[in-house]
């Protein structure tokens, strides 16, 4: 059974593609295309398709796992979502470059809650992979991998998001939809 099938019962009821295709395929706005191409020449080239499987085999042994129908699928798509959404054109804060949803103050937001999980679980592929795999690049191919073995379009991706050392460039103030409203009704309802 391929996995775009075995996957796709897994997959998010509804999504926002076009945005989240935007989100996900766009440089930071700092970094000029022949900056990321000379970045990506000088350090040692992650093998994209290789860090893929990695992502497909985690969602697919997860959800092997719990036995359930569920899956990380909805949550790497979440990840990817949130990271991508921090971002202020305003003052240039937030977004995917950086993974800062690592550090207070997002990791603590209401509407990261439960994103915990998903960044512990892509611990073991950024494990693999080491240094030439910034955890954005990784939390970012995660919401990619999810939408593509759901059964989504293919998702052009690029390297060459950089991780923050702290949560200094975070939003002061979180522009995202809580998760914590402490029961699954009051959430949805939100």
Same mark, same amino acid.
């Given at each position: ?9 897994? #997959?998010? /009821? ?13 440089? @930071? ?77 997002? #990791? ?19 494990? =693999?992979?080491?240094?030439? =795999? ?21 998702? @052009?991706?690029?390297?060459?998001? /950089? ?7 975070? @939003?002061?103030?979180?522009?995202? @939809? ?10 949805? /309802?939100?």
């Amino acid at each position: 059974m391929n996995n775009a099938f075995r996957l796709s019962r897994h #997959a998010p /009821q509804a999504a926002t593609l076009s945005i989240l295709t935007y989100a996900l395929t766009t440089l @930071p706005s700092n970094t000029s295309i022949a900056q990321a191409e000379a970045e990506s020449k000088q350090k040692q080239p992650v093998d994209v398709s290789a860090v893929k499987k990695s992502i497909a085999s985690l969602i697919e042994n997860d959800a092997d796992r719990r036995g359930d129908g569920t899956s990380l699928t909805g949550t790497f798509v979440r990840l990817a979502w949130h990271c991508a959404g921090t971002y202020s054109k305003v003052d240039g804060t937030g977004g995917s470059d950086g993974a800062r949803m690592r550090f207070d103050p997002e #990791a603590s937001w209401g509407a990261n809650a439960g994103l915990d999980v998903a960044r512990k679980a892509l611990e073991g592929v950024k494990s =693999l992979y080491g240094d030439e =795999l910034s955890y954005a690049d990784l939390y970012t191919l995660a919401g990619v991998v999810a939408v593509e073995e759901s059964g989504g379009p293919k998702i @052009p991706f690029r390297l060459g998001r /950089q991780d923050a050392t702290s949560g200094e460039t975070s @939003p002061k103030v979180c522009g995202l @939809p809580d998760a914590d409203k402490g029961s699954r009704k009051n959430t949805i /309802q939100h």
